[in-house]
T-cell receptor, first 110, second 114 residues
């Protein structure tokens, strides 16, 4: 079964702190995606990770991929309020159909 | 650039009614798909298409039909709406095979079935 699991589901962080969201997937995948969704909005693409050891960074967000462990992480550095959103990871499992995790709702507390 | 355009943005249906959610993309993408988003369940694939004239079922296809007569358009039809179809629907498009492909999502259609 193709599954993508994220944890935690909910995360409250203080501003300035660091934290990591984890994304495990069930079988071989050649692409791992991270999306951001603000309340009532569509999904915004953050990162596409293509190979083992891939690391991408944008501002305070950094994503990495370990294909051997079937694990991707989204690391948040020195969180700010603007990062409050729901974050999804998704895998394509070798085709164009995306399987999504259930999402991590991130709240940054001043 | 319009990207992926969905209409309508909001819709209320009575049980048993039918309707079509429209999706159009102007990026000449081969691949289009429909997802539904329900609280606590992420996005689940309903139907997808790898090109004009080719469609296939996703994870939750029951109660929905699709067709793809052109590259640009991929409408989703609800045959007989049920309260369980209350959800937010997203259409997405992408191009196949590129090393950095990503899916572009429409703004969503919030559907309530009463």
């Amino acid at each position: 079964e193709l599954k993508v699991e994220q944890n935690p589901l909910f995360l409250s962080m203080q501003e300035g702190k660091n934290y990591t969201i984890y994304c495990n997937y069930s079988t071989t995948s050649d692409r791992l995606y991270w999306y951001r969704q603000d309340p009532g909005k569509s999904l915004e693409s953050l990162f596409v990770l293509l190979s083992n050891g891939a690391v991408k960074q944008e501002g305070r967000l950094m994503a990495s991929l370990d294909t051997k462990a079937r694990l991707s992480t989204l690391h948040i550095t020195a969180a700010v309020h603007d990062l409050s959103a729901t974050y999804f990871c998704a895998s394509n499992f070798g085709n164009e159909k995306l399987t999504f995790g259930t999402g991590t709702r991130l709240t940054i507390i001043p | 650039n319009a990207g992926v355009t969905q209409t309508p943005k909001f819709q209320v249906l009575k049980t048993g009614q039918s309707m079509t959610l429209q999706c159009a993309q102007d990026m000449n993408h081969e691949y289009m798909s429909w997802y539904r988003q329900d609280p606590g369940m992420g996005l689940r694939l309903i139907h997808y298409s790898v090109g004009a004239g080719i469609t296939d079922q996703g994870e939750v296809p029951n109660g929905y039909n699709v067709s793809r007569s052109t590259t640009e358009d991929f409408p989703l039809r609800l045959l007989s709406a049920a309260p369980s179809q209350t959800s937010v629907y997203f259409c997405a498009s992408s191009y196949r095979g590129a090393s950095t492909t990503e899916a572009f999502f429409g703004q969503g259609t919030r559907l309530t079935v009463v």
